[in-house]
């Protein structure tokens, strides 16, 4: 099984950017999907983007044009670039993997996804 772990969080100003990082482990991350999640408090977790195999990409609405999910297959990474960032996009983030093929909706579901990292804050704060 994969193992995950996630860097790159912070405290920032609204309007700045950040660049989250998924570092897999254990198994090459090429034919996984990944997805990012986040939560904050008091909130139920909630999908943000995943990146197939393939690299088809899927948005939530809430960050669409904001946030760009990539992967680089030969450092085994897998990238969430966040751009104008919002008092509302204080949250933990999860990167979260799934081997098996999903359905673009499925894929936002985080029940589907097998392997968990730690989380990285993000603070968006003036």
């Known amino acids: 099984q994969v193992q995950l772990a996630e860097s790159g969080g912070g405290l920032v100003q609204p309007g700045e950017s950040l660049r989250l990082s998924c570092l897999g482990s254990?198994?090459?991350?090429?034919?996984?999907?990944i997805a990012w999640f986040r939560q904050a408090p008091g909130k139920d977790r909630e999908f943000v983007a995943h990146i197939t195999w393939s690299t088809t990409t899927t948005y939530a609405d809430s960050v669409k044009g904001r946030f760009t999910i990539s992967r680089d297959n030969a450092k085994n990474m897998v990238y969430l670039q966040m751009k104008s960032l919002k008092p509302e996009d204080t949250a933990i983030y999860y990167c979260?993997?799934?081997?098996?093929?999903?359905?673009?909706?499925?894929?936002?579901?985080?029940?589907?996804?097998?392997?968990w990292g730690q989380g990285t804050q993000v603070t968006v704060s003036s």
């Open positions: 979260a993997s799934h081997k098996a093929p999903l359905t673009t909706y499925g894929a936002t579901m985080g029940r589907n996804f097998d392997s």
């Open positions: 254990g198994r090459s991350l090429s034919e996984y999907t």
